[in-house]
Nanobody, 128 residues
Framework: QVQLVESGGGLAQAGGSLRLSCAAS??????????MAWFRQAPGKARRFVVG????????HYADSVQGRFAVSRDNAKNTMYLEMSNLKPEDTAIYYC???????????????????WGQGTQVTVSS
């Protein structure tokens, strides 16, 4: 079982920065054994992949829309994943969710259906 709690969302101006955190509580397996990802959902739109980071190798994959602006990292000692968001744009406005999949492979990153656990989400609003 994994419980995920996102934090760090809020209001930012276009061009600004925010840092999101996803704190995990695990039982049975360690945080390091979970592939993690961030998804986001804008009003009236489907949930979409933002970035993923695999277990073991911490390989990453970014959506084209955030490549070069967002940076994902994980601290296995703190059971936490981070998302550094910079040069924010109004179109980044969404609820951001973190997700976890036990020993998920790189090819499973993009599909939300592959993830077993989800957080409650944190709102990010970017004003123009």
């Amino acid at each position: 079982q994994v419980q995920l709690v996102e934090s760090g969302g809020g209001l930012a101006q276009a061009g600004g920065s925010l840092r999101l955190s996803c704190a995990a509580s695990t039982s049975g397996h360690t945080f390091s054994e979970y592939t993690m990802a961030w998804f986001r959902q804008a009003p009236g739109k489907a949930r979409r992949f933002v970035v993923g980071i695999t277990w073991l190798t911490s390989s990453t994959h970014y959506a084209d829309s955030v490549q070069g602006r967002f940076a994902v990292s994980r601290d296995n000692a703190k059971n936490t994943m981070y998302l550094e968001m910079s040069n924010l744009k109004p179109e980044d406005t969404a609820i951001y969710y973190c997700a976890a999949k036990f020993k998920g492979g790189y090819t499973t990153l993009l599909d939300s259906n592959n993830y077993d656990y989800w957080g409650q989400g944190t709102q990010v609003t970017v004003s123009s």
